[in-house]
């Protein structure tokens, strides 16, 4: 009964489009007046829910990511993609993913992945001959490639959620080959589609205009290893090295590049807060809302649920992914991380399920809700950029849904995929 | 009257957002500091990593207030871009009232958390622990405050602020 009001106001607030930080807000109220917990609670977890150190490097890495768009670095690793793979058919579309992935290390937002990526990319495909639909579900979809991809601000949420510290450089180093892997899968269908659609074939542009995009792109690149290096040696935390990113964006921008101005800047920091505070809400809020299913019994429900059906963890992992990428079409992908990691996590860590093996699974599954309609905040970014409807993009993006869906069975499966990394290091 | 609240609200929100912004900047500066100061300098300042969070959690619900008024809040368009004109703006207000509703709740429980926290004293800062959580019930006020311009707009038929495709969009 009292799950009965928490679920059903949830929906009907979603629906009527209340923002989800609110509906979240609401429902759990909602709930607790009807269980007779005293409304403070709510705003005491809430209040919980975002007093995490780790959590401060999801501002960090947004605005890091927003300005590297701004300083150019973004262009320049376009640069550097365009001389590798513009000559395959259908090139621009392997450039898109090339950069995208490079982009993705270093920067650990998805969101400023495809709008970085997608405002130097999408315009320039559409210029030579590419579908706008085409433009669009390549980027939103290397955008989800990159997530993976170290540093990833979502790691972070997850690894805060887990409530028992997962490792949060075990979590960057396992996200590295299963990223690759979706890349790599992403190309492959990119050229595919290229070549059923008949789209051109780039020209190399030489060594030597390869060797100058190489090294104008390398202070840009240099971020990622500053950020990896220095977790990974111990000089610092993933949260200060998020904290370094900006400042080391920041002296690259004004000087070496010379392309970040005070406008620049001050854009960049008004555009980081709106989106951090956005994000940041809807983690504090899933937190309260993640309480009352746990006084619930939500977590043993579900547990005894899925044990009646099967006890084969190969079933249960299977039907674990089903469930996540349902909700992640109409939820976000922090208050998803925040809600079900804590329901999810107990029942597969006793089938010998690694907590770092399941947090990469979560991580690809819940991306691809981000490039899923209604609520796909990636795909609705891409779409604003190459000014066509989300509808439009999504009638055509079902071979990229594909090659997402079948990396995240190999990651699923194969355990390796992402624990021979952080074992590697251990 | 309604235009005197609107100038009002969109000068509250733009000031949120560029103190959020400074307080952005200000958080970077000092987990900068902490590296600085731990490699440099021998050893970190122990107030830095608990002022850098006091503050984000301060700039997070300020400019979630102005997000509000902004609209920038991400929600699920999928039903109001099927209805017609009137229907979607009913749904529209309702929406607004349960914003409204949950700022004010955030207003009074999370001044109820404030005054139950003001005695803990976070030791690395001196402060009390209801500084940080102030927050809260301030942004529940604004919150509350700036749907009445979203509520008076929706009832007199206009296309709110936080309208996609309107003014602050």
């Given at each position: 009964m009292e799950l009965a009001v928490l679920l059903l106001t949830l929906t009907v607030l979603l629906a009527i489009g209340v923002p989800v930080a609110f509906a979240l807000i609401g429902s759990t109220l909602a709930a607790f007046l009807v269980m007779d917990i005293p409304l403070v609670v709510m705003f005491q977890r809430m209040a919980a829910g975002i007093s995490?150190?780790?959590?401060?490097?999801i501002p960090f890495f947004i605005f890091a990511g927003d300005l590297m768009y701004r300083a150019g670095i973004a262009a320049r690793l376009v640069q550097v993609a365009e001389a590798v793979f513009g000559r395959t058919r259908g090139g621009l579309g392997q450039v898109n993913i090339g950069a995208s992935m490079m982009f993705g290390a270093v920067s650990g937002s998805p969101i400023a992945s495809a709008s970085a990526i997608g405002s130097t990319m999408i315009p320039l495909m559409k210029e030579k001959g590419y579908g706008a639909d085409y433009a669009v579900n390549v980027t939103v979809t290397a955008a989800i490639a990159g997530l993976l991809i170290p540093p990833s601000h979502n790691m972070i949420i997850y690894s805060a959620a887990s409530g028992m510290g997962v490792s949060i450089s075990d979590l960057f180093l396992a996200g590295i080959i299963p990223g690759i892997l979706t890349g790599f899968l992403l190309s492959l269908t990119a050229w595919l589609v290229a070549i059923r659609r008949g789209y051109p074939k780039g020209v190399f542009p030489g060594w030597r205009p390869f060797a100058l995009a190489f090294v104008a792109a390398i202070p840009g690149l240099m971020t990622a290893i500053i950020i990896m290096g220095g977790i990974l040696s111990g000089i610092f935390t993933p949260t200060e090295s998020s904290a370094i990113a900006v400042i080391y964006t920041i002296l690259v921008g004004t000087l070496?590049?010379?392309?970040?101005g005070w406008t620049e800047f001050k854009g960049a920091a008004l555009q980081s807060v709106k989106t951090a505070a956005m994000v940041l809400l809807i983690i504090a809020a899933a937190t309260g809302f993640g309480f009352a299913l746990a006084v619930l019994e939500v977590p043993a429900a579900m547990a005894s649920m899925i044990g009646f059906l099967t006890d084969n963890p190969i079933f249960i992992l299977l039907i674990v992914n089903v469930i996540l990428l349902l909700l992640g079409t109409f939820m976000d992908m922090a208050p998803l991380i925040v809600i079900t990691t804590p329901i999810f996590l107990p029942i597969l860590m006793p089938l010998g399920i690694d907590p770092v093996h399941f947090g990469i699974i979560m991580m690809l599954n819940l991306g691809i809700g981000l490039v899923t309609p209604p609520v796909g905040s990636v795909l609705f970014v891409g779409s604003a950029i190459g000014k066509i409807p989300m509808e439009q993009s999504v009638r055509t993006i079902w071979p990229f849904y594909l090659a997402m869906i079948v990396s995240l069975m190999l990651i699923s499966y194969i355990p390796e995929l992402s624990l021979a990394l952080p074992r590697w290091f251990a | 009257m309604l235009k005197r609240l609107k100038r009002i609200n969109a000068a509250a929100s733009k000031a949120l957002l560029d103190a959020g912004a400074a307080g952005l900047v200000a958080m970077t500066a000092i987990i900068g500091w902490q590296v600085f100061g731990r490699y440099v300098m021998g050893s970190s300042p122990s107030w830095a990593e608990q002022a850098a969070l006091t503050l984000m959690i301060w700039y997070v619900f300020f400019a979630a207030a102005a997000g509000v008024r902004e609209g920038f809040h991400i929600r699920v368009l999928l039903i109001e871009s099927m209805l017609a004109p009137r229907p979607r703006r009913l749904m529209r207000l309702a929406a607004h009232i349960v914003v409204g509703a949950a700022g004010l709740a955030m207003a009074i429980w999370g001044g109820e958390l404030v005054a139950r926290t003001?005695?803990?004293?976070?030791p690395t800062l001196g402060l009390p622990r209801g500084v940080a959580y102030l927050a809260l019930p301030l942004s529940g006020v604004l919150i509350a405050f700036f749907t009445i311009e979203l509520i008076a707009e929706d009832a007199a038929g206009e296309d709110s602020a936080d309208a996609p495709g309107g003014e602050a969009a």
């Open positions: 995490v150190f780790t959590l401060m490097a070496v590049y010379r392309t970040l | 003001w005695s803990h004293v976070i």
